[in-house]
């Protein structure tokens, strides 16, 4: 009788240890699915004030509306968007420029990973000659692949006196 009471002892405190680490093996599933389809998205914009140089500048966003999940950080008022984990992210921008005399207007955008231009981003507007209303907006969606540490900065490029007035990032990681 005494061996037949520690034996079911002991399948009771098995039975038991199994039980635990089953619960714990579905916890830490359950923690890596939900870290794992975390979005990591950063919406940051630039008003009216924010950019008052003129010409090829970097953008400055005075605002972030979305920060989600820790793949992008950026502080409020900088031009500098970090990149915290390295993936495939598709960047999508609206950048409005406008200068105010009558003349010849023209701007473009590129965008600059750790202050190097990316040639195949560069975004070009039309000429605009003799207009009295020279304002734009220039779009743009680009995937690119990216690092952890790595800087990104929009950029307004021009030789005229142009005021980037407005502008929007939209950042999303969608891949590894």
């Given at each position: 009788?005494c061996c037949e009471y520690n034996f079911f002892n002991i399948i009771k405190i098995?039975?038991?240890?199994?039980?635990?680490?089953?619960?714990?093996?579905?916890?830490?599933?359950?923690?890596?699915?939900?870290?794992?389809?975390?979005?990591?998205?950063?919406?940051?914009?630039?008003?009216?004030?924010?950019?008052?140089?003129?010409?090829?500048?970097?953008?400055?966003?005075?605002?972030?509306?979305?920060?989600?999940?820790?793949?992008?950080?950026?502080?409020?008022?900088?031009?500098?968007?970090?990149?915290?984990?390295?993936?495939?992210?598709?960047?999508?921008?609206?950048?409005?420029?406008?200068?105010?005399?009558?003349?010849?207007?023209?701007?473009?955008?590129?965008?600059?990973?750790?202050?190097?231009?990316?040639?195949?981003?560069?975004?070009?507007?039309?000429?605009?000659?003799?207009?009295?209303?020279?304002?734009?907006?220039?779009?743009?969606?680009?995937?690119?692949?990216l690092q952890a540490g790595d800087i990104l900065k929009l950029s307004g490029v021009?030789?005229?006196?142009?005021?980037?007035?407005?502008?929007?990032?939209?950042?999303?990681?969608?891949?590894?």
């Amino acid at each position: 009788m005494c061996c037949e009471y520690n034996f079911f002892n002991i399948i009771k405190i098995i039975t038991i240890f199994v039980i635990l680490l089953l619960i714990i093996a579905l916890v830490v599933v359950v923690i890596y699915q939900t870290n794992r389809n975390m979005p990591n998205i950063l919406v940051a914009t630039a008003q009216n004030g924010d950019n008052e140089t003129q010409g090829t500048t970097t953008i400055r966003f005075s605002r972030n509306n979305i920060v989600e999940g820790n793949a992008l950080s950026h502080e409020e008022g900088s031009d500098e968007i970090n990149i915290n984990e390295n993936g495939i992210y598709q960047i999508s921008y609206q950048l409005y420029g406008v200068q105010d005399v009558t003349g010849t207007f023209n701007f473009n955008a590129i965008l600059l990973v750790n202050n190097q231009a990316l040639q195949d981003t560069f975004n070009e507007s039309p000429v605009i000659r003799n207009s009295t209303s020279n304002r734009m907006t220039l779009t743009s969606t680009v995937i690119l692949r990216l690092q952890a540490g790595d800087i990104l900065k929009l950029s307004g490029v021009s030789i005229e006196n142009i005021i980037y007035q407005n502008a929007r990032i939209d950042i999303e990681k969608i891949g590894n």
